[in-house]
């Protein structure tokens, strides 16, 4: 059972694009929502992370959506850049567990 | 402040070898993850642990898989008679002792990538 799904697969924009990810879980008892950066040959970062009181967060160009009666949560890159092409991850998790990854997103911005 | 360090790198077996993989967390952290990365496949959570002490081992295959975390040195992530779908990058995480509401981070080393033959 997939806890965290997440689409699309992969994604192409334009440099200067807004790139959108989106997530949807099931587990109500989640209380974190992060977002992680993998490029190629590394292991991921955290990008940006979201509680479910808020209903959005924002850091730089990179901004999380939340809706909680929805069960979904997105990640938007405003003004995507060549470098920000690389491997994207939603994840959550419930107070004393580990995260639960989604498949990722495979993003690539073409200049 | 060295971050989580995984060794081997690459390890290349052949089917039936036994793999060890290790994982030394972020100075301070007592909490270990690790997790299995497939192409199209994501990151699988395999097991959560702390110093002596098995937390979570729900995403372990129940044969051949194993990991430990003792009470000195790194965890270990043992796999006895490797078959080729194991072959797969395994990425170890490490995370501070209080898991409160105000932290969340997971901080991953670059993984150690298994071919087996």
């Known amino acids: 059972q997939q806890q965290v799904k997440q689409s699309p697969q992969s994604l192409i924009v334009q440099k200067g694009g807004i790139s959108i990810i989106n997530c949807a879980y099931e587990n109500t008892a989640f209380d974190y929502f992060p977002w992680y950066q993998q490029f190629p040959g590394k292991g991921p970062a955290l990008l940006i992370a979201i509680r479910p009181d808020v209903s959005e967060k924002k850091e730089g160009r990179f901004t999380i959506s939340f809706n909680k009666s929805a069960k979904q949560f997105s990640l938007h890159i405003m003004d995507s850049q060549p470098g920000d092409s690389a491997t994207y991850f939603c994840a959550a998790r419930q107070a004393g567990t580990a995260l639960i990854f989604g498949k990722g997103t495979t993003l690539s911005v073409s200049s | 402040n060295a971050g989580v360090m995984q060794n081997p790198r690459h390890l290349v077996r052949r089917r039936g070898q036994e793999a060890r993989l290790r994982c030394s967390p972020m100075k301070g952290h007592s909490h270990v993850y690790w997790y299995r990365q497939l192409p199209e496949e994501g990151l699988k959570f395999m097991v959560y642990l702390q110093k002596e002490n098995i937390i979570d081992e729900s995403g372990m295959p129940k044969e051949r898989f194993s990991a430990e975390f003792p009470k000195e040195g790194p965890s270990i992530l043992r796999i006895q008679q490797v078959v080729r779908g194991d072959s797969a990058a395994y990425f170890c995480?490490?995370?501070?002792?209080?898991?409160?509401?105000?932290?969340?981070?997971?901080?991953f080393g670059e993984g150690s990538r298994l071919t087996v033959l």
């Open positions: 995480a490490s995370s501070p002792p209080r898991w409160g509401r105000m932290t969340g981070e997971l901080f």
